[in-house]
């Protein structure tokens, strides 16, 4: 595993010292073919399970060593999370592997001082595991809830007075739980039970997704790459949730759409879908690499009526001033309803993040508002489950321009539901969490 061990801690040290994103960096480095299928799968589980483990493992440690954490060599820091997280996490892994491996690395990246430091660490939280017991007891359950579910305790305190303890539990429980894969149907080259045919004769385990008809969950799987239902364009990589959406907004054919914060357009091309091909959809971004891997699926799907455009979504009222049909706000968020998807996203968050982003996504709705001519359909959503961002800026730019009227989203669902603006919930709904919104103007 030497090799395997190397791979994953410059993954795990790009994430932590360059802001890396995990499934990226490891993304990048499997496809350089050069691991076999058993240490890919070490690798992998290795990554995901050190990054999201946070500020945990890093407690651990801190109840092995005798100065602070800053103070310790990056790569070092590292080299002790990977090896903590295998003697506790991974319990099929020899302890002299991991102690020794981990000496072996620290002699690579340091010196002989830094590797007695990493080798002394290790196997003294192997004869004395007890020193590494979470705090438990009266005063401790937010503490401990915290650590055992690897989130940082600052969110899990927020959702505890929000939802209550087991509910939290719930939701941590879920953020720390293998995604599924999820498809929607192409409806422009084939049918779901069309597509359910020849993903299993590919040898693909699959099922009907609950919320949508497009939905297909993949359960097991190879390589995307290899897939050649995707490769050509009969379906496309979108959580059953994010689905929803383009439902609420139900395009036209013939009709102009704004897709304001598009990237990576799976919203954009769901719509493109639902319309027929038929019309014209503005997929905006601010970043043109994000319009072109909008476009190459657009392409790849056979769609032709999505034009990019670079633009700040807080100007595109100045392009088409009350011209849009149907305008949709994805907006950026903190993204809380998807930290099982991004291993690393979790330690990112912040208290002040939280306070930052709804003034940002009022700028944008208000703008994208302003494209929308009279009689049409404002839809905004998120993937996150804080009211702050959600609720409140819904109800914050109905007040601002007495223009709009709140739309029921609920029962423009495929399968309608009760609520005005609808609100998944991971731990209730057992998918990402996710926000939407529809407002007709007057």
Same mark, same amino acid.
């Given at each position: 595993m030497d090799k395997a061990r190397n791979r994953a801690l410059k993954i795990i040290n790009a994430v932590h010292e360059q802001s890396a994103y995990a +499934?990226?960096?490891?993304?990048?480095?499997? =496809?350089?073919?050069?691991?076999?299928?058993?240490?890919? =799968?070490?690798?992998?589980?290795?990554?995901?399970?050190?990054?999201?483990?946070?500020?945990?493992? $890093?407690? %651990? #440690?801190?109840? !092995?060593?005798? /100065?602070?954490?800053?103070?310790?060599?990056?790569? #070092? =820091? $590292? %080299?002790?999370?990977?090896?903590? !997280?295998?003697? =506790?996490?991974?319990?099929?892994?020899? @302890?002299?592997?991991?102690? +020794?491996?981990?000496?072996?690395?620290?002699?690579?990246?340091?010196?002989?001082?830094?590797?007695?430091?990493?080798n002394g660490v290790l196997r003294t939280m192997v004869r004395e595991p007890e020193r590494g017991n979470f705090p438990e007891g009266k005063g401790k359950a937010t503490t401990y809830l915290a650590l055992t579910q690897q989130h940082p305790e600052w969110l899990v305190r927020r959702w505890i007075k929000e939802f209550g303890y087991e509910e939290t539990e719930k939701l941590c429980e879920f953020n720390n739980s293998q995604p599924a894969l999820t498809v929607r149907t192409n409806t422009l080259k084939t049918s779901p039970s069309e597509l359910m045919l020849q993903l299993v004769a590919a040898g693909v385990d699959c099922e009907r997704a609950s919320l949508t008809n497009e939905g297909i969950i993949i359960k097991g799987h190879g390589s995307l790459d290899s897939l050649q239902v995707l490769q050509e364009g009969y379906c496309q990589v979108q959580d059953e949730s994010s689905m929803l959406v383009a439902h609420v907004v139900d395009p036209q054919p013939n009709e102009l759409i704004l897709d304001v914060c598009s990237a990576p357009g799976g919203k954009a091309t769901h719509l493109a879908a639902l319309m027929n091909n038929q019309g014209r959809i503005i997929a905006g971004d601010i970043y043109q690499h994000k319009l072109d891997r909008i476009m190459d699926n657009a392409e790849r799907l056979g769609i032709n009526i999505i034009e990019p455009m670079l633009i700040d979504a807080r100007e595109i009222w100045q392009e088409f001033p009350q011209q849009a049909d149907r305008v949709l706000v994805d907006a950026p968020c903190s993204g809380l309803g998807v930290l099982r998807r991004k291993p690393d996203s979790r330690w990112r968050k912040s208290k002040e993040l939280l306070r930052e982003l709804p003034k940002l996504q009022l700028q944008i709705l208000k703008s994208a508002g302003a494209a929308v001519?009279?009689?049409?359909?404002? @839809?905004?959503?998120?993937?996150? %489950?804080?009211?702050?961002?959600?609720?409140?800026?819904? /109800?914050?730019?109905l007040k601002m321009t007495g223009e709009f009227t709140l739309v029921h989203a609920g029962q423009r669902l495929p399968i309608p /539901?009760?609520?005005?603006?609808?609100?998944?919930?991971?731990?209730?709904?057992?998918?990402?969490?996710?926000?939407?919104?529809?407002? /007709?103007?007057?």
């Open positions: +499934n990226v960096a490891l993304a990048k480095e499997l =496809r350089k073919g050069e691991l076999g299928d058993l240490d890919r =799968r070490f690798v992998t589980e290795l990554v995901y399970g050190t990054v999201k483990a946070g500020d945990t493992l $890093d407690w %651990i #440690i801190r109840q !092995y060593i005798n /100065r602070p954490m800053s103070k310790v060599e990056p790569i #070092i =820091r $590292d %080299i002790l999370r990977m090896g903590v !997280y295998q003697l =506790r996490y991974m319990d099929k892994i020899p @302890v002299s592997a991991v102690c +020794n491996e981990s000496v072996e690395l620290a002699k690579q990246y340091g010196h002989v001082g830094l590797s007695k430091f990493v001519k009279p009689g049409g359909l404002l @839809v905004y959503s998120t993937c996150t %489950i804080t009211h702050e961002e959600n609720q409140d800026v819904v /109800r914050a730019f /539901r009760a609520d005005e603006m609808v609100q998944l919930y991971p731990q209730r709904d057992g998918t990402d969490g996710f926000f939407i919104a529809c407002m /007709r103007r007057k």
